[in-house]
């Protein structure tokens, strides 16, 4: 699903600074990897290229067999569209929009007519238990609430792969335990993840860890998440 | 592109932010209203100004008898020189002159049954019309047949004519018999006049009053030219014939006074070079005022982008391409200038037409008493508002559309990442 060949970024400013160096990584369809590393060790801006929110400067991206290198706006915006979904740490909800709209808007970036949108939206919500809540506000929700209404949002397209930046690090132990735990529940229907983490907790939850440290893949280490009891140990 | 779906989301951005909204749109309809109002303003003044020249001809002068200032060739000063034969002669002479028509005053009384009525006839040839834009407001002006046929008829003016038929049967003079100086006249004519208080002024043919009264001296001859076009021209001309004019007196070619002579040219050009000075001054403050609009929509459209910038890096994360954000950030702009410019619009020229129809019932801006008129229809050209309207909508939809495409041109990461 994923191929990384060399993967090079340089962020130029006043000080050069090279995050990525080089990075080769496979990921195969319906795996859930997380990516490892402290602050400052390049996995935020390895998940923004795998995202196509950001470009590389060196190396091959193929996502789902295609290359993703030099695209224009339009496709980038199409690639993200179709194929990914993001969950984000700060939830990135739109905060005039109702968790129903905020759902929807994928799709009506799809061209999907109103009705069919919320219907599916609905759909969604109705899967993560907020039913009740589709015509509030971001701010009206807790925060488990609108993790659950970005996740929502990130699966109403039906992309092959999702994309998390650290889903769980606004939340306390209990909702994070939750939010993984759909996390895994949506895995287990057959789709990539990639989680981006700090927390051991959370990367033991997942099958393969990949830890990184100042630009360059240390170690990738194979983890069964089944052994885990992760009510009791996510933190 | 352009669906519900589409529009629903510029109005709410334009709801979410009222007050924003607001005080742009009215900046905008005020600079609307305010360019409006003083171009009828400018326009309602030209157009009652050069009302009162629209009937003359042109090309026309007019020569007053009057006093000399200067002592000349044994004669004292204040000495007053009285127009005659020799000076229609002379004019007659001279090749730019088309025709002149004298204008012989006598003073008299004019009886109509019970009434009475001080006036002054004036005889004068049927061009003098033209020439003083005499109007008509009832019956006809003297004519070539009254000329040669030294019929005694006369065109009276506005006030006695009302006055004549006040507390009387009649509702018109028209073919009435009036006496001026025991002499009866048939009223042919009723003209808007030039009438001074109490005093009457009426028109009968030159060639009649000059048959009764043989009047060899007249205070004003009026005369139309040919080829003289320009304000250089006719100067010229004015300073030649003022010359001839004081040798035939004997008075000092250099005095200023003894006669008035007036072109009739030179003062209209005077007047339109007044209007268009006028003009200019009022275009650049409309221009003034709808640059301040333009500045305002700019301003609040890169506040807008400012503001929206982690919102449009969301939606570029979730699949929005970067014609349908820059789009929805002109269009935002456009519905305001446009709903805000329309608004002024139509206040500017509903108020202005609210003026107008007040004017026209009340007879404000026009001055009867002396048949001029001042200030009338201050309205503006139709296609002048909708153009600077248009004007305003592109400049302002440009001025918003760069920092959208900047908006736009970022990473959609960084958009998100900005606070």
């Not at chain 1, 909800?93 to 968790?99: D, G, Q, V």
């Not at chain 1, 701010?139 to 609108?146: I, P, R, T, V």
Request: glycine share 8%; hydrophobic share 40%.
């Amino acid at each position: 699903m994923i191929k990384l060949n060399n993967i090079n970024k340089t962020y130029f400013g006043a000080q050069p600074l090279h995050v990525l160096k080089g990075i080769n990584l496979d990921v195969a369809e319906g795996e859930l990897v997380s990516i490892m590393g402290a602050s400052g060790s390049g996995k935020s801006t390895l998940l923004n290229i795998l995202g196509i929110l950001d470009n590389y400067d060196e190396g091959e991206y193929y996502l789902a067999g295609k290359l993703v290198k030099n695209l224009s706006e339009n496709q980038a915006a199409e690639f993200r569209n179709k194929l990914i979904g993001f969950i984000f740490q700060s939830f990135n909800l739109i905060p005039f929009k109702t968790a129903l709209e905020n759902v929807a808007l994928p799709l009506f970036y799809q061209g999907v007519n109103r009705k069919k949108r919320n219907m599916m939206a609905m759909e969604y919500l109705e899967r993560f238990g907020l039913k009740d809540w589709a015509d509030h506000y971001p701010n009206e929700l807790s925060g488990g609430q609108k993790q659950r209404v970005s996740i929502a949002r990130a699966l109403v397209t039906s992309p092959k792969i999702i994309l998390a930046d650290e889903p769980t690090g606004a939340l306390d132990s209990k909702t994070s335990a939750e939010v993984m735990q759909i996390l895994r529940e949506v895995n287990a229907t057959g789709i990539t993840m990639v989680i981006v983490t700090h927390e051991r907790g959370i990367a033991n939850l997942t099958r393969k860890i990949v830890h990184l440290k100042d630009g360059i893949i240390e170690s990738i280490e194979e983890n069964d998440p089944d052994k885990m009891d992760f009510t009791k140990e996510i933190k | 592109m352009f669906n519900r779906d589409f529009w629903s989301e510029i109005f709410m951005a334009l709801k979410r932010n009222k007050l924003r909204t607001i005080l742009t749109g009215f900046a905008i309809s005020w600079g609307i209203f305010m360019l409006i109002v003083l171009l009828s303003a400018g326009n309602g003044l030209k157009n009652g100004v050069t009302g009162n020249f629209a009937d003359r001809i042109k090309n026309t002068y007019t020569i007053w008898s009057s006093s000399t200032e200067l002592p000349y060739k044994g004669h004292k000063a204040g000495r007053f020189i009285m127009l005659n034969n020799k000076d229609i002669q002379l004019l007659e002479s001279l090749y730019q002159v088309e025709e002149v028509s004298p204008v012989l005053s006598k003073g008299g009384t004019l009886i109509f049954g019970e009434k009475s009525r001080n006036v002054s006839m004036e005889g004068v040839k049927p061009i003098f019309k033209n020439i003083e834009g005499v109007k008509v407001i009832e019956g006809r002006f003297i004519n070539e047949n009254d000329m040669r046929n030294k019929l005694k008829v006369v065109v009276i003016d506005k006030n006695t004519n009302e006055e004549l038929l006040r507390t009387s049967e009649e509702t018109s003079m028209m073919g009435k018999t009036v006496y001026i100086n025991g002499l009866s006249f048939t009223v042919i004519g009723v003209s808007k006049g030039m009438a001074f208080g109490e005093m009457g002024q009426c028109y009968a043919p030159y060639s009649t009053i000059r048959a009764i009264y043989n009047v060899n001296e007249y205070y004003q001859l009026t005369f139309t030219t040919k080829g003289l076009d320009t304000k250089e021209d006719n100067e010229v001309f004015s300073k030649e014939l003022r010359k001839k004019i004081a040798m035939l007196h004997e008075f000092s070619p250099d005095d200023n006074r003894g006669v008035w002579i007036d072109s009739q040219m030179v003062n209209s050009l005077e007047t339109m070079r007044i209007f268009n000075t006028i003009n200019i001054f009022i275009w650049v403050i409309g221009i003034a005022m709808l640059i301040s609009g333009v500045v305002g929509v700019s301003n609040i459209m890169r506040i807008t982008v400012k503001e929206r910038t982690n919102e449009i890096g969301i939606r570029k994360a979730l699949g929005a391409k970067p014609r349908s954000i820059l789009l929805s950030i002109v269009m935002e702009s456009l519905v305001i200038t446009t709903i805000f410019g329309y608004i002024g619009m139509i206040c500017g020229i509903g108020l202005m037409e609210i003026v107008n129809s007040i004017m026209e019932s009340s007879g404000a801006g026009t001055n009867s008493e002396m048949g001029m008129s001042v200030f009338v229809n201050p309205t503006v050209d139709i296609s002048i508002v909708v153009m600077a309207t248009l004007v305003l909508i592109i400049s302002g939809v440009a001025a918003g559309f760069a920092p959208a495409w900047n908006s736009v041109k970022v990473k959609p990461i960084e958009a998100m990442n900005y606070r």
